[in-house]
C-alpha cells in the first residue's frame, strides 16, 4: 500500500468478500473514517517512533511544541528516552541517558514541558529525544507519507474492514423499509452476520499484531547427581553405603 485509495480497495474487497456491496451506501468518505479508525487502533499498539535534535537554553525546562516535538500528541505520545548532548556517531561516542527518574513532565495553564530536574542543557548542547507518534497514510487527512511498515499493512485493514462491517451490521439493525416479516427476519439476521464478521475481523487483527506464543521445553538429562559426596551415579536413585 502506498496511499489511502489502495487502503480503500482493499477495505472494499474484504467487505465484498464477506457478501456485501463495497459501498452499500457507505461512501469513500465512510471508509476513510473506517480506515483513520483502524490506524488509530494500529498505532496505540505499534506506535511510530521519532527522534527530534533540540537546542538546549540553559533551562531546565524543554517545551513540548511543533518545533521542538513535530508531530508529538498530547495525550498519546510517550517519550522514550531522552540524551544529553547528542553523540555523534562518526566519533564513537558514548550515549548518555537522562534517568527516567531526572526528568518528568510539568504543565502549566497553558503550555506542556519536560522538565529536566538536574541538568540544564546550554545553547552548544544537543537534546536528543525519542518519542513516540501516530501511524500516517498517504492522502489520509493531507498526509503524505504512509508509515506502516508493509508486513503490517493487513492488520491495520483488517481493523478497518471490522469498521465497515459493523457499519453495515448497524444500517441494516436499523433498517425501517421491510414491509414483511420475513423481509424483517432476513435484515436481522443480515445485521448478525455482519456483527460477527466485524468480530472475527477485529480477532483477525489481534491475532497478526500479537507476538506468537511458542511451546516452552527444557531437555535435562536427569541421570546425574546431586552433588552429596557419597558418589551417587543417579538422581532418581541416590546410593546410600
Known sequence: MTNIGEYITAVQSKVREAGALPNFGLGDDNYKRFITTGLRRYSRDKPDVKVSDITGTSSHYIIVNASNFPNYVDGFSKINYIEICGVVIANNETPHYVDRDNWDYYR?????????????????????????????????????????????????????????????????????????????????????????????????????????????????????GYGFGDAQPWQTHRSFS
Open 108 to 224: 502549566d495553564s497553558t503550555i506542556l514541558y519536560v522538565w529536566l530536574k538536574h541538568s540544564k542543557p546550554g545553547v552548544t548542547d544537543t537534546i536528543r529525544v525519542q518519542y513516540t507518534i501516530e501511524h500516517t497514510i498517504d492522502g489520509l487527512d493531507g498526509e503524505t507519507v504512509d508509515s506502516i511498515p508493509p508486513y503490517d499493512y493487513e492488520a491495520v485493514i483488517y481493523w478497518s474492514a471490522s469498521e465497515a462491517l459493523m457499519a453495515l451490521a448497524g444500517k441494516y439493525a436499523d433498517s425501517t423499509s421491510p414491509t414483511l416479516r420475513s423481509d424483517v427476519v432476513n435484515y436481522d439476521n443480515k445485521s448478525k452476520n455482519y456483527m460477527n464478521l466485524a468480530k472475527a475481523c477485529r480477532q483477525s487483527y489481534i491475532d497478526w499484531i500479537s507476538e506468537p506464543n511458542f511451546p516452552v521445553s527444557v531437555t535435562r538429562n536427569l541421570d546425574s
